[in-house]
C-alpha cells in the first residue's frame, strides 16, 4: 500500500459540491483510495428520490459512506454539516459559470458567499482537522506575469469578487478562530464532465464540424490544468496542516485561447471555421500560474500537458457529445 493510500483508507472526509466537475473527480478518487466520503450535493428532488447524479457514476455513489441532499446557501446547512463527524473537508460546492454572474450577479455572489460561510461556520463548531476552501485563479484578475499567491488580488467579474469574498472569509476564520483551513486556487481546470469554458465547447464544435467562435481577438491566455491533475493538487494539499495559506494549482504555462482552438481543429480533424465575436465583459486578459509554492511545499507537479489532457478530453467528448448536445432537428 501506498502512503497516500495509507493516508486515505478508512479516513472520514466531506465533499461539498461532490457532483460538481472537479468533486466528481475528486470524490471517485478519495473512494478509490478507501476514504468513508460524504457526499454533499445540491438538494434537487429527482436526485433525492433516485440518487441518479449529473456526474458521479453509479459505482461511485454506491461507494459512498453517506449521501447528503442539502441548499448549502440555506439555513439548514450549518446544523446539518455541523453534525457530520469528517476529519478532513473540501469546500468546492459553486455557481462556478462566471457569464451567469454578468446577468444574475446578485444570485451568484449569495450563493457562494451565503454556502462558503455556512460551511466555514460549520467547521468552526464541528472542527474538522483539516477545512480546504476552492478559491479559484479568477481572484486575481489580469496579470502581466506568472502570479504568485502574494499577487493582488483584482477580480474582474461578480463571479471573481464572490470567489475573492470566499476567499478572505476563509482566511478570516483561520486566524480569528485558529481554524486549520487551506485555501486552494485552481487555475482554469478541464477534462471529462466539464461542459462549459472554452475547451469543451471548443471539443464540442469541432466534432460536428460547426464554426468555433472565440470572444474577442482570442489573445487573451489561460493557465489549462486537467482535472486529473488538479485532483492531486487537492489530495496533496489536504495532508498538510491547515494554516489559512493560499496555494495555486496550475501549471506554469499559459496559452492563448486562439491557439487552443487551433489545437483542438488539428487534433479532432475538423472543418470547424474559427471565428471571432465581441469580447467579453470583464474578460481577464492573461492569467499564468507560479506554481512554485505548492510545488516546492508538497512536490507536487502537473503529469498532463495541453495535447496529453485534450486527447483524454477528447476521448470521453466523442462518447458523450450528443447526450450532452443533442444535435438540433
Given at each position: 500500500m501506498s502512503s497516500i493510500e495509507r493516508y486515505w483508507t478508512g479516513r472520514p472526509v466531506l465533499i461539498t459540491g461532490a457532483d460538481g466537475f472537479i468533486g466528481s473527480h475528486l470524490t471517485e478518487a478519495l473512494v478509490r483510495l478507501g476514504a468513508e466520503v460524504t457526499a454533499v450535493v445540491r438538494r434537487v428532488s429527482a436526485a433525492q428520490v433516485t440518487n441518479r447524479l449529473r456526474n458521479l457514476p453509479p459505482s461511485a455513489v454506491n461507494s459512498l459512506?453517506?449521501?447528503?441532499?442539502?441548499?448549502?446557501?440555506?439555513p439548514s446547512a450549518v446544523p446539518v454539516l455541523?453534525?457530520?463527524?469528517?476529519?478532513?473537508?473540501?469546500?468546492?460546492?459553486?455557481?462556478?459559470?462566471?457569464?451567469?454572474?454578468?446577468d444574475q450577479p446578485a444570485s451568484v455572489v449569495q450563493t457562494n458567499v451565503a454556502s462558503?460561510?455556512?460551511?466555514?461556520?460549520?467547521?468552526?463548531?464541528?472542527?474538522?482537522?483539516?477545512?480546504?476552501?476552492?478559491?479559484?485563479?479568477?481572484?486575481?484578475?489580469?496579470?502581466?506575469?506568472?502570479?504568485?499567491?502574494?499577487?493582488?488580488?483584482?477580480?474582474?467579474?461578480?463571479?471573481?469578487?464572490?470567489?475573492?469574498?470566499?476567499?478572505?472569509?476563509?482566511?478570516?476564520?483561520?486566524?480569528?478562530?485558529?481554524?486549520?483551513?487551506?485555501?486552494?486556487?485552481?487555475?482554469?481546470?478541464?477534462?471529462p464532465r466539464h461542459v462549459y469554458d472554452a475547451v469543451p465547447i471548443f471539443l464540442a464544435k469541432a466534432l460536428r464540424n460547426e464554426p468555433?467562435?472565440?470572444?474577442?481577438?482570442?489573445?487573451?491566455?489561460?493557465?489549462?490544468?486537467y482535472v486529473a491533475d488538479t485532483v492531486e493538487g487537492f489530495l496533496t494539499l489536504a495532508q498538510l496542516s491547515g494554516t489559512g495559506e493560499a496555494y495555486n494549482v496550475g501549471t506554469g504555462v499559459d496559452h492563448?485561447?486562439?491557439?487552443?482552438?487551433h489545437l483542438v481543429v488539428e487534433l479532432?480533424?475538423?472543418?470547424?471555421?474559427?471565428l471571432h465575436g465581441p469580447p467579453r465583459a470583464g474578460e481577464v486578459a492573461k492569467l499564468q500560474a507560479d506554481p512554485t509554492k505548492i510545488r516546492q511545499i508538497t512536490g507536487w507537479a502537473p503529469k498532463f500537458d495541453l495535447a496529453a489532457g485534450l486527447a483524454g478530453n477528447l476521448e470521453w467528448m466523442r462518447k458523450n457529445v450528443e447526450r450532452i448536445w443533442p444535435a438540433r432537428s
Open positions: 459512506h453517506r449521501l447528503v441532499h442539502l441548499d448549502l446557501a440555506g455541523s453534525g457530520i463527524e469528517a476529519a478532513t473537508w473540501f469546500h468546492l460546492a459553486a455557481d462556478a459559470y462566471v457569464p451567469a454572474s454578468l462558503t460561510l455556512n460551511v466555514l461556520e460549520a467547521a468552526r463548531l464541528n472542527g474538522p482537522e483539516h477545512l480546504l476552501v476552492t478559491s479559484s485563479s479568477e481572484v486575481y484578475g489580469t496579470q502581466p506575469d506568472a502570479i504568485t499567491e502574494q499577487h493582488p488580488l483584482m477580480p474582474a467579474t461578480p463571479y471573481a469578487a464572490s470567489k475573492v469574498a470566499c476567499d478572505r472569509l476563509a482566511w478570516s476564520y483561520a486566524h480569528t478562530y485558529d481554524m486549520p483551513v487551506t485555501i486552494v486556487r485552481p487555475f482554469n481546470c478541464y477534462g468555433i467562435t472565440i470572444n474577442g481577438t482570442g489573445e487573451q491566455t489561460r493557465d489549462l490544468t492563448t485561447i486562439v491557439d487552443v482552438a479532432t480533424d475538423s472543418r470547424s471555421e474559427i
